[in-house]
Structures are given as structure tokens and as C-alpha cells.
């Protein structure tokens, strides 16, 4: 089985400059979530689908941050502009169960590290 | 609201030691408790997880229980090798069916050999 593909991997950009960033989730898994890790620290939900449904956006700063999920499958986060507080790491991550039972096992991406200069 | 608290690393160990990362959370409920472990270069991955009160969640020779009394979850492990060197987050998953999977900081763990 094919875990979660991200890209790109490493991202590079100067601030201001918009950026985005996708995510194929594993077959099958209706859940898709997108995190922020910050350097040393946890993981903390920016959005949460349920099939195409946004269905827990509270996180996510929606003046400069927007998320798609279209037909369900694969997802995009984009930023733009892009601020130097953005540096981070973004990591998408997918589910079977959403919030039945079995919630909470997610299986993760290998992230995108961005920089903003 | 939920929250998960960890001991701050890192924390350095010489093979075979013994390991123990506290984990403490603070939840309305009875929420799913989880241990996750991020290999260097790697993505999340998870390593264990309970799901009610007493369970003990075990995988690869980790171990963690889920005390409601001291609302903590606690993850040991008897032996630990050079290949154990990876940061480790404790998490919850709230029992309102929010879907929402909530991290403690991480707690980086080196091994020598």
C-alpha cells in the first residue's frame, strides 16, 4: 500500500512570494488532514476533510492560507503571501476513520519544509 | 480545552537502558490516547495507542498505559537501542468525535551506543 505522498519536499521562497503544496493521500482514506509543525515543536491541525468537506477550518489563518480538496482525493495548501513566520514544516496526513471508531490513527506524510527568506 | 503536556528532551540514553517519556494530558471524556514516533528524516509514524482506562497499548518492545487516576500515559521501554533515536509525541484524540488529533511538544530521545 502506498502511504502519503507529498510535494515538494523542501521549498525555498522570499516572503511574499505565494507557495503551495500538494498531497495524495492513501487509497480509499476519506479523511485528509493538513498539520504545521513548527521547529521543536508538535504538530498542530491547520484543516480537516471529510471526503471534499472542509469540515474543521478554525485553525487555519484564511486571509492568507487556503486549502482544496477537489473530488475528494488529492489536496492543496497554498499560502500566499508568504510570510517568514510561515518557516515550517507542512505536513499532510490521511485516515480511515475520521471520528469513528479507530480515530486518531493517521498516517503521515514526510512533509514540506518550508523556508521563507 | 484538551491538551497534552511531555517531559522536554532530549533525552540521552546509553543502549540497553531503560526509557521512560512522561506524558500527562488534560481532556473532558474519555479520550484515545496515542504515541507517535518521527524517525530522522522520516514522516509520523504511529507507535501504540489506548483507547479506554488500564489499557496497555505495546508495539516493538514500547510500552504505555492509560492511567485516568493520574491522567497520564507514559511510554517505557526496557532495552532501548541506537535504532530508538527519534522524537517521540504523545497525542489525544478527544472522545466529542471532532476528529481532531491534539500533540504534546515531542520529546527527542538519542541513544549511544
Known amino acids: 500500500e502506498a502511504g502519503v505522498v507529498q510535494s515538494p519536499r523542501y521549498k525555498i521562497i522570499e516572503k511574499k512570494q505565494p507557495v503551495a503544496f500538494w498531497c495524495n493521500p492513501i487509497?480509499?482514506?476519506?479523511?485528509l488532514y493538513w498539520y504545521l509543525q513548527n521547529l521543536g515543536q508538535g504538530p498542530e491541525l491547520l484543516i480537516r476533510?471529510?471526503?471534499?468537506?472542509?469540515?474543521?477550518d478554525s485553525q487555519l489563518p484564511k486571509d492568507r492560507f487556503s486549502a482544496e480538496r477537489l473530488k475528494g482525493v488529492d489536496s492543496t495548501l497554498k499560502i500566499q503571501p508568504a510570510e517568514l513566520g510561515d518557516s515550517a514544516v507542512y505536513l499532510c496526513?490521511?485516515?480511515?476513520?475520521?471520528?469513528?471508531?479507530?480515530?486518531?490513527?493517521?498516517?503521515f506524510g514526510e512533509g514540506s519544509r518550508l523556508t521563507v527568506l | 480545552g484538551n491538551s497534552v503536556t511531555q517531559m522536554e528532551g532530549p533525552v540521552t540514553l546509553s543502549e540497553e537502558a531503560f526509557l521512560t517519556i512522561n506524558c500527562t494530558y488534560t481532556?473532558?471524556?474519555?479520550?484515545?490516547l496515542f504515541w507517535y514516533v518521527q524517525y530522522p528524516g522520516e514522516g509520523l509514524q504511529l507507535l501504540l495507542k489506548?483507547?479506554?482506562?488500564?489499557d496497555k497499548g505495546s508495539n516493538k518492545g514500547f510500552e504505555a498505559t492509560y492511567r485516568k487516576e493520574t491522567t497520564s500515559f507514559h511510554l517505557e521501554k526496557g532495552s532501548v537501542q541506537v535504532s530508538d533515536s527519534a522524537v517521540y509525541f504523545c497525542?489525544?484524540?478527544?472522545?466529542?468525535?471532532?476528529?481532531?488529533?491534539?500533540f504534546g511538544q515531542g520529546t527527542t530521545l538519542q541513544v549511544k551506543p
Open positions: 476533510y471529510e471526503n471534499e468537506e472542509a469540515v474543521d
Open positions: 481532556a473532558t471524556g474519555y479520550p484515545s
Open positions: 489506548a483507547t479506554k482506562a488500564d
Open positions: 496526513a490521511s485516515s480511515r476513520y475520521g471520528t469513528r471508531e479507530g480515530a486518531g490513527e493517521l498516517f
Open positions: 497525542a489525544l484524540h478527544g472522545s466529542s468525535n471532532t476528529g481532531k488529533l491534539i
Open positions: 487509497s480509499g482514506h476519506n479523511t
